[in-house]
């Protein structure tokens, strides 16, 4: 069964610094990874994707996250924050392209 | 710009009532899947469709909830009778099997207060 761990519910950054959001994974098989970002009272928007091409993924709003096999994880980075990037970021994995997708619990980035 | 409509944004209603959400995926999207977010449980999975036929409802309390898709531009989900415990957040994703980069698109959600 495919999982992922969050490290840290609550990440609290200035204005300027690195922005780093961690997401280790279990999987059976290689799996599909995913970061969404979450702003209040609104749906799930897609930051970057993972879908076993190339292992450093770039995202919308200069978010990337490098996929680690041996490391199992999944890390969000972005190199400088904006006051904007405050919000709720949940990592997520399927086992295949297009199934259902395993979230989670959350870091909100404050 | 196609979006993922789900209607209503807010539910209020009394414990042991019917309550239906509606979701309308974006046009031309083939798999339609059913999520709740709650404080406690997190994001889970309550079921999802492909080509309007159900592939996995696994996630979804069996006595109590329903999901259909009369038609490829409606999506149901259904509860009767709501208990406090359903309160939560329903979010509906749709994307399509042809998009090789696999997003799942969300709507804005509907919140549900049983009380």
């Known amino acids: 069964a495919q999982s992922v761990t969050q490290l840290g519910s609550h990440v609290s950054v200035s204005e300027g610094a690195l922005v780093l959001l961690r997401c280790n994974y279990s999987s059976s098989v290689p799996p599909y990874l995913f970061w969404y970002v979450q702003y209040p009272n609104q749906g799930l928007q897609l930051l970057l994707k993972?879908?076993?091409?190339?292992?450093l993924v770039k995202g919308i709003n200069g978010f990337e996250a490098e996929f680690k096999k041996s490391e199992t994880s999944f890390h969000l980075t972005k190199p400088s924050a904006h006051m904007s990037d405050a919000a709720e970021y949940f990592c997520?994995?399927?086992?295949?392209?297009?199934?259902?997708?395993?979230f989670g619990t959350g870091t909100r980035l404050l | 710009d196609a979006r993922v409509t789900q209607t209503p944004r807010h539910k209020v209603t009394e414990m042991g009532q019917e309550v239906t959400m509606r979701c309308q995926p974006i046009l031309g999207h083939n798999t339609v899947f059913w999520y709740r977010q709650t404080m406690m449980q997190g994001l889970e999975l309550l079921a999802y469709f492909r080509n309007r036929a159900p592939l996995d409802d696994s996630g979804m309390p069996k006595d109590r909830f329903s999901a259909e898709m009369p038609d490829a531009t409606l999506a149901t989900l259904k509860i009767q009778p709501s208990e406090p415990r359903d309160s939560a957040v329903y979010f509906c994703?749709?994307?399509?099997?042809?998009?090789?980069?696999?997003?799942?698109?969300f709507g804005p959600g509907t919140r549900l207060t049983v009380t």
């Open positions: 993972y879908t076993s091409a190339a292992t």
């Open positions: 997520a994995v399927s086992r295949t392209g297009f199934q259902k997708l395993v």
């Open positions: 994703a749709s994307g399509s099997v042809r998009d090789r980069g696999y997003e799942q698109y």
